[in-house]
C-alpha cells in the first residue's frame, strides 16, 4: 500500500523566515513525488517534482529515500506564498497516473 | 476552454436523491481523474480513465457511485441515493499523458442534507 503523511495540518511562519514543510512516504517500489499547492480561490496547481530536481518560485524538494521524505523548503518566505499545499505521490498499480495525496498543510506567512 | 471545466460548482441536495457530477477535460488530454476531498481529508482517489475505459476504478467507495466517460471527453460521476457522507469537494483532473501533471478543475461542492 502508499501512503504519503504531512504531520501538519497549520504551519505558521514570518516574512522572511525560512520553510520547511513536511512530506513523508510510505510505498514498496521506486517513489515519484510532486507537490502540488491551491492559492486561495484558485484550483489546485502542480508546484514541482522531484525528477524534474528545480526550483520553482523559490522552492525545492528533495528526495530522501533512506527517511522516506520529500520535505518541502524556502529560505526565506513571501507573504504570497500563504497557501494549502499537499504532497502526492505516483503509483502504479493500474497504470496511469494515480496521485495518492497527502492530508495538506496549510502554510500562513505573516507580516 | 482553457482548463478543466466542472459543474455544477455547487450542488444542495436531499438525501436519498442522486446527483450527477460533470467534467470537461482540456481538449486533447486522454487521462482523467475524479477525486474527492472532504472536510479535514487530503484528497481521495476515486477513479481513473484512460480514454473511454476505466482501467482503475478501486477509490470508488460504494456501489452508490459510478462514472462514464464518453467520446474521450466528458466525464460525469453520478452518485444514487445521497448519504450524508457524501458531502465533500469533487474534483477533476485530466493529463495529455501518463507522465505529465494533473490539471485540475474548480470542483464540484456537493452538500447532503
Known amino acids: 500500500a502508499q501512503r504519503v503523511t504531512q504531520p501538519e495540518k497549520l504551519l505558521s511562519v514570518f516574512k522572511g523566515a525560512p520553510v520547511e514543510l513536511k512530506c513523508n512516504y510510505s510505498?514498496?517500489?521506486?517513489?515519484?513525488l510532486f507537490w502540488y499547492v491551491q492559492y486561495s480561490r484558485q484550483r489546485l496547481q502542480l508546484l514541482l517534482r522531484?525528477?524534474s530536481r528545480e526550483s520553482i518560485k523559490g522552492f525545492t524538494a528533495d528526495l530522501n529515500k533512506g527517511e522516506t521524505s520529500f520535505h518541502l523548503k524556502k529560505p526565506f518566505a513571501q507573504e504570497e506564498d500563504s497557501a494549502m499545499y499537499y504532497c502526492?505521490?505516483?503509483?502504479?498499480?493500474?497504470?496511469?497516473?494515480?496521485?495518492?495525496f497527502g492530508t495538506g498543510t496549510q502554510l500562513k506567512v505573516e507580516l | 476552454g482553457a482548463g478543466v471545466s466542472q459543474s455544477p460548482s455547487n450542488k444542495v441536495t436531499e438525501k436519498g436523491k442522486d446527483v450527477e457530477l460533470r467534467c470537461d477535460p482540456i481538449s486533447g488530454h486522454t487521462a482523467l481523474y475524479w477525486y474527492r476531498q472532504s472536510l479535514g481529508q487530503g484528497l481521495e482517489f476515486l477513479i481513473y480513465?484512460?480514454?473511454?475505459?476505466?482501467?482503475?476504478k478501486s477509490g470508488l467507495p460504494s456501489d452508490r457511485f459510478s462514472a462514464e466517460r464518453t467520446g474521450g471527453s466528458v466525464s460525469t460521476l453520478t452518485i444514487q441515493r445521497t448519504q450524508q457522507e457524501d458531502s465533500a469537494v469533487y474534483l477533476c483532473?485530466?493529463?495529455?499523458?501518463?507522465?505529465?501533471?494533473?490539471?485540475f478543475g474548480n470542483g464540484t461542492r456537493l452538500t447532503v442534507t
Open positions: 480513465f484512460q480514454g473511454n475505459s476505466a482501467p482503475d
Open positions: 510505498y514498496s517500489g521506486s517513489p515519484e
Open positions: 483532473a485530466s493529463s495529455p499523458g501518463q507522465d505529465s501533471p494533473l490539471h
Open positions: 522531484h525528477i
Open positions: 502526492a505521490l505516483k503509483g502504479v498499480t493500474g497504470g496511469g497516473n494515480k496521485l495518492t
